[in-house]
């Protein structure tokens, strides 16, 4: 059994984010919806809106916890999904980013144990490994998820502080976690007196009926809650939320001090695209959206990538975890094809493990045009299949 460790991380989100602005690319790496998803006229009504009924708020410094109706509409939409948070319970941040930053800076100290999915969102990794936290990965083997009675093992001998975990279509794998082994999680987490830190940015994306997120099976004692609508709406407005549990003096007071506050005009802007109602219809949208590239990426893989391909279709989003035979080079395909101007996620990236040999990537189904979507599979494919 593996002790946990301290890790550089393997991969920037600095570089990942300036990839993700080159337009000559075919982005099968990027994490973000396209921008056909965005729903532009509404958040343009809701921005003219903002600026002509109320200019001197959305232009002005506001409190550092954020706008109270947006808090107002936020707390009703997890009321829905279960959660019991009031609007003072919460913090408005920039993006999902701001909000698992503060909070591992505030539940983790160097040297602490911390664990997390394997493999994880790299950015989160990144956090972490910068932080000097020692690291306990938790295999995720199938689209469920990690396995309980590992987590049971692990955590009754490592005690970890603190884990950070995507539990709804969780990025790069797309492993969602059935509700009873959420609810059988925060028990074992109680007993070992582990915190659990849970982002749901693909929460509302999820297309599993009566999901509920892990917060509600706990009262924020020992889950803190973040999210945001950067998958939903548009990563652009940077509209985050964290739901801290016993921690909210502290983490209003850390975000204060990095930006006083998220921007004023997104937060008014984005209540009133919350109070005109919009956002149900469009998540209807999105995920009939999703659902149509999945299928259509999943068709080209099938036909297109080597024999003994596998494919973890997810239950929602726009990410797909592909397993390729383990002789291919991941490295060498991946030069390969961005010479042909087609950019994937290496699977190496989203693992802490320096040495162990990843043969996944992560495609993203929504970024590129349906157009670029094919002509990009097939160039890979064709790229994997001379490689073996
Ligand atoms: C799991 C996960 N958490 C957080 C983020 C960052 O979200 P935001 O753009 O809202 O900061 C992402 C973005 O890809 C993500 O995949």
């Not at 998803?37 to 509404?42: G, I, L, M, S």
């Not at 290496?346 to 493990?353: I, L, M, S, V, Y």
């Amino acid at each position: 059994m593996a002790s946990p460790y301290q890790f550089t991380p393997r991969a920037r989100l600095l570089d990942f984010m300036r990839q993700a602005g080159n337009p000559s690319l075919i982005n099968l790496a990027a994490g973000l919806p396209s921008v056909e998803c965005v729903p532009k006229a509404a958040l343009k009504r809701a921005f003219d809106a903002a600026f002509s009924e109320e200019p001197d708020v959305a232009l002005g410094y506001h409190t550092p916890d954020g706008d109270y109706g947006l808090r107002q509409q936020i707390a009703a939409r997890f009321a829905r999904r279960g959660i019991s948070v009031t609007p003072e319970e919460m913090v408005i941040t920039t993006g999902c980013t701001q909000a698992l930053h503060g909070m591992i800076r505030l539940l983790a100290e160097p040297g602490e144990v911390v664990a997390c999915e394997a493999p994880a969102y790299y950015a989160t990794l990144e956090m972490l490994g910068d932080s000097g936290v020692r690291i306990l990965p938790l295999p995720v083997r199938d689209p469920r998820g990690v396995d309980l009675d590992l987590v049971a093992t692990l955590f009754e001998r490592f005690r970890p502080k603190l884990f950070v975990i995507c539990a709804t279509l969780s990025n790069p794998s797309g492993a969602t976690m059935p509700n009873e082994a959420r609810c059988a999680l925060v028990d074992i987490c109680r007993k070992t007196d582990t915190h659990l830190l849970e982002d749901d940015i693909y929460g509302e994306l999820s297309e599993i009926d009566g999901l509920r997120p892990i917060r509600s099976y706990d009262d924020g004692s020992i889950v803190s809650y973040v999210m945001s609508f950067s998958k939903t709406v548009a990563p652009g407005i940077r509209v985050g939320v964290c739901a801290p549990g016993r921690n909210t003096e502290r983490f209003a007071q850390l975000k204060c001090q990095q930006d006083m506050h998220s921007a004023t005009l997104c937060e008014v802007a984005f209540r009133k695209y919350l109070e005109g109602a919009h956002l149900d219809s469009h998540l209807l949208y999105l995920k009939e959206l999703n659902r149509q590239r999945r299928q259509m990426a999943r068709e080209i893989i099938e036909k297109y990538f080597p024999e003994g391909t596998s494919i973890w279709i997810p239950a929602g989003g726009f990410l797909l975890w592909v397993e390729v035979p383990q002789p291919i080079d991941i490295e060498v395909a991946y030069q390969a094809a961005l010479l042909k101007n087609v950019a994937f996620s290496r699977g190496k990236a989203f693992f802490t493990t320096p040495d162990a040999k990843v043969s996944s990537m992560r495609i993203n189904c929504s970024c590129p045009t349906a157009n670029q979507l094919v002509q990009g599979l097939e160039t890979l494919g064709k790229i994997l299949r001379e490689s073996l």
